[in-house]
């Protein structure tokens, strides 16, 4: 795992790890006082948490109800197939890399088999568990209103999702019964910490994976020749939070995109297309050309193809790096399923 990773996910065993005792053995198996603070503290701090455990599903389930914890975990894994396999499911649901995820077992058996089959997840010892709050991967530099309500909002795409693969009719009929609303504003000192957490944590929907402190945030909302917008959505089941950041540089006559991301959480929602063309339209209005830069990894090829679909063409490669330019003609109209606020104003040169 790089230092500079932070875990966004702790895996628990279940069987003398989350709990002491084994459950098949004897059904009174009891959650340690500092073990049901850690779950808390993790919660409050972000950290999504889950289950990749043997065990009888219903029972291990019923368990964990009857304890109060069960609210605490998402797209647990408790079956009897290799952890390795339960994890890649986990980090497959939550839609992030296995180098984010740390895995808590008291088996070294286990531990082993994970490490074996998924090396980037970082795996601890059981009897580590009271050290688990103070290892650094698991501190966030910053602790912000989306951070302490994610499980929260995971929790409203599962039912998102569930309400979405029943649904008979066709994707827009579908996002329109959401009542989406996106706001799409220049960024203000409250929103810089988010913004800061959203460059360091995604990787799969970001066009160059910039990377960018507090500080150099706060630079670009008080530059002349910046403009950072934050993107943030809601529907009828619930907020997303903040979920896109777009940074342009600017000069006379050319505006470059510098950083264009989005939470994976809204992949199929839109989202890309109406940022797009709000920055074409924006860059339209004030008569320059509009430029952006792409950086490939091996992760974001869905965001060089949404360029691509929203009229970007490549006029400059190097090697991984790449310079795309947009000709600002038959810009879409924003979708109908999608009520759109873009602020107050529009920036000028």
């Known amino acids: 795992m790089s230092k500079d990773l932070k875990i966004k996910c702790l895996v628990w065993d279940l069987d003398n790890t989350l709990w002491s ?14 073990t049901l603070k850690l779950i808390k503290t993790l919660d ?53 890399g296995t180098d984010t995820i740390a895995f808590v077992d008291d088996q070294v058996y286990e531990r082993e088999e994970v490490s074996y089959s998924l090396p980037d ?45 029943e649904f008979s009719g066709a994707q827009d009929e579908f996002l329109t019964t959401l009542n989406m609303k996106l706001s799409i504003t220049e960024a203000i000192e409250e929103d810089l910490k988010r913004a800061e957490e959203l460059t360091q944590r995604t990787n ?21 020749d910046h403009l950072l917008f934050v993107a943030a959505l809601d529907d009828k089941y619930g907020t997303y939070g903040k979920i896109g950041l777009v ?23 839109g989202v890309g297309t109406v940022l797009i063309s709000f920055i074409r339209k924006l860059a339209k209005e004030n008569g320059v050309r509009l430029q952006a830069e792409f950086v490939s990894n091996e992760r974001n090829r869905m965001m060089y193809i949404t360029y691509k679909f929203n009229q970007f063409t490549e006029i400059k490669r190097q090697e991984a790096w790449s310079l795309l330019e947009n000709d600002l003609t038959n810009i879409p109209d924003y979708p109908t399923y999608m009520t759109i606020n873009t602020g107050p104003h529009s920036p000028v040169v």
């Open 21 to 34: 005792g084994t459950l098949l053995e004897d059904a009174e198996v009891y959650v340690a006082p500092e």
């Open 121 to 165: 997840v970082l795996t601890i010892d059981a009897e580590q568990v009271a050290e688990i709050e103070e290892m650094p991967v698991m501190i966030p530099r910053f602790i912000t209103s989306d951070s302490k309500k994610r499980r929260l909002m995971y929790q409203s795409d599962i039912l998102r999702n569930k309400i979405e693969e």
């Open 247 to 269: 940074l342009v540089e600017k000069t006379t006559e050319i505006w470059s995109v510098k950083l264009l991301l989005m939470s994976c959480r809204v992949m199929s929602r």
């Open 44 to 96: 409050s701090r972000g950290i999504l948490q889950s289950i990749a455990s043997k065990n009888d599903h219903d029972f291990a389930w019923s368990k964990l109800e009857e304890l109060g914890l069960s609210e605490y975990f998402i797209y647990p894994q408790i079956n009897w197939e290799p952890k390795s396999t339960s994890i890649k499911k986990i980090a497959q649901s939550i839609n992030i």
């Open 204 to 224: 799969q929907l970001n066009t160059t994976a910039y990377t960018y402190d507090y500080d150099e945030l706060v630079f670009f909302t008080q530059s002349p």
